[in-house]
């Protein structure tokens, strides 16, 4: 097959995908994993021959591959060159060649490889002769890295040392060239990059402070602070922390001065007011809890009324924590069970990676213990077969605090 005049272009960050003439195949369909590990392999190993003992340990390691390994790798080929005629007829044979007994890719024919490209180009940007050429190279190559490196094949031996490269040096490399664009006063620029790099890295905190400060910089203090709330949710949902002293202090800053003008007492409400009715309890975070026991504390101070709070704890069936999965998933559905459950004057929040704490006005001890009770026995009902115990305890509010 004689190849047509448009180059191939090959893609492996965020997905594979090759492109020619018009016609695009990726990962994305449903042909085997298999597939997808040979031809990329076969692509970034292109520089040299790769023997068939190699490369039926890459598919198969100490799986059995069948009783004859030579002809289940030529099936492998058989089917991976055929997926490659879907570029145009006779492209699989074209591209994949054996040479000296061992296969290769076509050293022959050109094509552009975005790995390649994204590498280059910020080595380029590093090497620039001043700031101000640095951050153009910059700009030109991020777009490039769309994902990691082959994400559906992160677990591979070979993929994990290729993937971690590329991931920092993309990191770096924003942390790079938003402190130049900052110190420019470009925060425009700053943020897409900003948003952009969240997405590939969602729990690098030091993104999401870049991205704050650039918002208070352009004036924009109520996405700053929604900025900072989604960030705060994802850490304590994820890892069960809270966000670092530094950025809370620029959440601050953007509560603070969102309000630096004189404001009628009309539109203070409108600020005030909750934007959906939602049925049930309100849900927040750990320190603005805090916040309103203490104000529920005076209350209760001043008009003897009770009021108690109860801890909801998620464990294994043995006592022991459950798997980071199953812990994940457990206390999503709690959440919403729980949020349900009680009053919309009642008020909970995830208080430790495995907790809920409950804020039960005007509730006495019995008709808290029986809130908790209730909470268990309909997440038994709802979710059966789930590994995850609960325990409970309840405590009155103390109004000394």
Sequence with gaps: MEMATEALRVCMFGEVSLSLNGQTINDSDNRS??????????????????????????????????????????????????????????????LIVRRQGDYTWNPDL??????????????????????????????????????????????????????????????QSVHEVLSMLEARGRMDEAVVLSRQAIQIEPCDESLYYHLMRQLLELGNQQAAASVYESMSEMLFDRFGVMPSEEIKALYREALHSSNQKEIDISSLREQLREPTAEPGALQCDYELFKAIYRAEARSVARSGEAAHIGLLTVSGNDGKALVKRSLDCAMDNLSELVRLSLRRGDVFARCSISQY?????????????????????????????????????????????
Excluded at 45 to 74: C, M, T
Excluded at 84 to 91: E, I, N, V
Excluded at 116 to 121: K, L, P, S, T
Excluded at 147 to 157: H, I, N, V, Y
């Design 33 to 94: 994993k298999k597939i997808w590990l040979l031809l990329a392999y076969m692509i970034y190993f292109r520089n040299r021959g790769i023997s068939q003992e190699e490369l039926i340990e890459l598919l198969w390691g100490d799986e059995e591959s069948s009783s004859n390994p030579i002809n289940a790798l030529k099936t492998m080929f058989h089917r991976t060159r055929s997926m490659l005629d879907r570029l145009g007829a006779g492209t699989g044979h074209t």
């Design 110 to 171: 050109p094509f552009s490889f975005d790995v390649d490209e994204f590498d280059a180009g910020c080595q380029k940007a590093k090497s620039a002769s001043d700031d101000e050429a640095r951050i153009e190279a910059y700009l030109r190559v991020l777009p490039l890295y769309r994902g990691d490196f082959l994400p559906k094949l992160a677990s591979c031996p070979w993929v994990v040392p290729i993937n971690a490269y590329f991931h920092n040096l993309y990191i």
């Design 357 to 401: 704490i409950l804020l039960l006005p005007q509730a006495n001890f019995e008709n808290s213990r029986k809130v908790m009770e209730r909470i268990i026995k309909a997440f038994s009902r709802q979710y059966p077969h789930s590994p995850a115990v609960l325990h409970y305890s309840v405590q009155p509010l103390d109004p000394t605090c």
